[in-house]
């Protein structure tokens, strides 16, 4: 997994992340982050630090609440958790590597093939997944090799991660692992620039507008 994870580019900006440590992003987003962060040490390493630092003020805060030997009590299951925790946590034996990290493994299974794909548009198949609102599209997209995305602007923040094939825009390619992040500043017409179909984990707050 390290050596795939030091290829990637494009990681979500920062205030998602202080967003997604501090427990105020929305489930969809979290579980986009939590899926990046198991594919990305940099950022892993970038939400411990945030981890640390929100830990500290809110001990700060809240001395009085800790009760008795309740800090001995929380240090003692920290030390009985196995440092293999990431990799003894799946079922999968790891030789079987899946292209879909645990986080999201957890939702949707490990097999994207089999999932009940629906056409969206020509040349792009959907999966709504469970964690979607009213407010917030939450979807596995499949763009076929060489297709593209019609050009759209936004009128939320959108969050893609991808986890197979490519994504081209105007910003750059996106490999899996990959975080694309729009808004209503950006329009857009992200395209597949090689043969192989593109899966990505796509966010979308507020619906796309879709010119033509
Ligand atoms: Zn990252």
Same mark, same amino acid.
């Given at each position: 997994m390290q050596g795939e994870s030091t290829a990637l580019r494009h990681h979500p900006q920062e205030n998602v992340l202080v967003e997604y440590s501090t427990g105020t992003l929305h489930q969809a987003g979290s579980v986009l982050i939590a899926t990046h962060l198991a594919m990305c040490p940099t950022c892993r390493a970038e939400v411990e630090t945030l981890d640390a630092?929100? +830990?500290?003020? $809110? %001990?700060?805060?809240?001395?009085? #609440?800790?009760?008795?030997?309740?800090?001995?009590?929380?240090?003692?299951?920290?030390?009985?958790?196995?440092?293999?925790?990431?990799?003894?946590?799946?079922?999968?034996?790891?030789?079987?590597?899946?292209?879909?990290?645990?986080?999201?493994?957890?939702?949707? +299974?490990?097999? $994207? %093939?089999?999932?009940?794909?629906? #056409?969206?548009?020509?040349g792009i198949d959907r999966v709504d997944l469970p964690f979607g609102t009213d407010c917030i599209q939450a979807a596995l997209f499949r763009v076929r090799g060489g297709g593209s995305v019609p050009e759209h602007t936004h009128s939320g923040n959108e969050l893609v991660l991808i986890l197979a094939g490519e994504l081209t825009d105007d910003d750059g390619s996106y490999r899996p692992g990959d975080v694309a992040q729009a808004d209503e500043s950006v329009t857009h017409a992200p395209f597949v620039p090689c043969s192989d179909s593109c899966i990505c984990l796509a966010i979308i707050e507020g619906g796309l507008d879709l010119d033509g």
């Open positions: 630092v929100g +830990g500290a003020l $809110l %001990s700060k805060i809240e001395p009085a #609440e800790i009760a008795d030997g309740l800090l001995d009590r929380v240090l003692s299951h920290i030390d009985e958790t196995p440092e293999t925790d990431a990799t003894s946590a799946g079922t999968t034996p790891s030789t079987q590597a899946s292209v879909i990290p645990r986080p999201l493994r957890d939702f949707i +299974g490990d097999d $994207l %093939s089999s999932l009940n794909w629906v #056409e969206d548009r020509p």
